[in-house]
């Protein structure tokens, strides 16, 4: 099928809504965006995969009219500045869904989006929306209109509303399908670190910091890439300045997929003189370990909390008695979620279990080569 959310999809089974793509996750964000544009026009769009523990963006990506030259800008301005209606806030919203001008009670000049971004471009309104399953937003999509169309309304939001699980369920399934692999890991795939100046530009890399950059967008040397190029890096790089101005919590971490097709962490902090004083930003790029890869994996085929509490127990090699004491449940309660656990993720046994999530998963074979980011220009 074509899209999500036909008019019988709020009856068919949730994974039978997802929307079927057989290629690069461009190809999923290019149908929802076909889907979309019929029943909710729109001027231009940001359509991001998102980490679903953090909502900070990985891949793919599709930018729809939308300048290069405003990347930078515009995750500084997501994480550096204190706005309304951040990706954040929608995605832990009740209805994962929100406009511009109804947070703002019309008045969008009290938005600094608006007032740096839209209103020079022409926009007057903004819509978002969360992809999310359960808690976890597996993306995210950013909408504006000009002024001379009327603003979004509730129709609008009812429809991105109902394509949104759809969405959700194909990103979640492009984290769990497994790909043509990856080249072995050797010396090129040690962390390497970047240096960012205040103007997000980079005036200090080492050898494998150029590796990492290859996997995630081109070289950090060359002219189009002086400043931050790709959207993952750009927004962890604003997040780290957020955290050490103590308008975020918690550390400016992300995980990114890389054209190998394995997973990149990424680390960001703001270094410090001896008097305290803010100086440049450290990135460390180094291949993600399996403990950070797996609860992507496991979030991905819509575990309930107790099922990861089982899987988590079955990884660590507990028999099910032991799982029982350690969860207080019985074991007619725990082995009725391992058949449940072993149907969503379509194996038959725990070492299969183990296997799934920690081998295709964790290794060099996770996933398809998909380091994706496409800009349209209509």
Same mark, same amino acid.
């Given at each position: ?13 949730a ?9 690069r996750?461009s190809?999923?964000?290019?149908a929802?965006?076909?889907?979309l ?16 523990a953090?909502?900070?963006?990985? &891949? ?28 954040r806030?929608?995605?832990? /919203?009740?209805?994962a869904?929100g ?36 808690a ?5 999509v950013?909408?504006?209109?000009s002024?001379?169309?009327?603003p ?12 949104a699980?759809?969405?959700?369920? &194909?990103l979640a ?14 010396a090129?795939d ?26 995630l967008?081109? /070289?950090?040397? /060359?002219?189009?890439?002086t400043?931050?190029?790709?959207g ?13 101005a ?11 997929r890389?054209? &190998?097709?394995r ?5 960001? /902090?703001?270094l ?7 100086g440049?930003? &450290? ?13 992507i ?6 575990l ?10 079955v990884?660590?090699?507990?028999t ?17 979620h ?27 074979l996770?996933?398809?080569?998909d380091a994706?980011?496409?800009?349209v220009?209509?």
């Amino acid at each position: 099928m074509d899209g999500i959310g036909e008019s019988a999809g709020a009856e068919a089974p949730a994974r039978e809504r997802a929307l079927e793509v057989s290629g690069r996750g461009s190809e999923l964000f290019a149908a929802a965006a076909r889907r979309l544009r019929r029943v909710v026009p729109y001027d231009a769009a940001a359509w991001i995969g998102t980490d679903p523990a953090t909502v900070l963006p990985t &891949s793919p990506m599709r930018v729809e009219n939308i300048g290069q030259e405003h990347c930078e800008t515009y995750w500084q301005r997501e994480y550096g500045a204190h706005d309304m209606l951040t990706f954040r806030d929608v995605a832990r /919203s009740a209805s994962a869904v929100g406009t511009l001008r109804q947070v703002t009670g019309g008045n969008l000049g009290r938005s600094v989006r608006f007032r740096e971004f839209m209103r020079p471009l022409g926009y007057a309104d903004n819509l978002r929306a969360a992809f999310r399953i359960g808690a976890g937003a597996w993306g995210v999509v950013d909408l504006f209109r000009s002024g001379d169309r009327p603003p979004f309304d509730e129709r609008d939001l009812r429809h991105v509303a109902a394509l949104a699980p759809g969405i959700a369920l &194909s990103l979640a399934g492009l984290a769990v399908a497994t790909g043509p692999g990856a080249t072995a890991a050797g010396a090129a795939d040690a962390p390497g670190t970047a240096l960012f100046d205040a103007d997000d530009r980079i005036v200090f890399a080492d050898a494998q910091a150029e590796h990492w950059f290859g996997e995630l967008g081109g /070289s950090p040397w /060359s002219p189009l890439s002086t400043t931050l190029r790709t959207g993952a890096v750009a927004s962890v790089v604003a997040r780290a300045r957020a955290v050490a101005a103590e308008r975020e919590s918690g550390p400016a971490v992300i995980r990114v997929r890389g054209d &190998s097709g394995r997973w990149v962490g990424i680390h960001a /902090s703001v270094l410090q003189d001896r008097r305290g004083q803010a100086g440049p930003v &450290s990135v460390v790029f180094e291949p993600a370990t399996a403990m950070q890869i797996v609860p992507i994996i496991v979030e991905a085929y819509a575990l309930t909390p107790r099922e990861r509490e089982v899987t988590e127990c079955v990884a660590r090699g507990h028999t099910t008695a032991e799982i029982a004491t350690r969860l207080h449940l019985s074991t007619h309660t725990v082995r009725d979620h391992l058949k449940a656990i072993f149907a969503k993720v379509d194996v038959g046994s725990r070492g299969e279990l183990v296997a799934r999530l920690f081998g295709e998963h964790a290794g060099s074979l996770m996933h398809a080569p998909d380091a994706d980011i496409v800009h349209v220009h209509d």
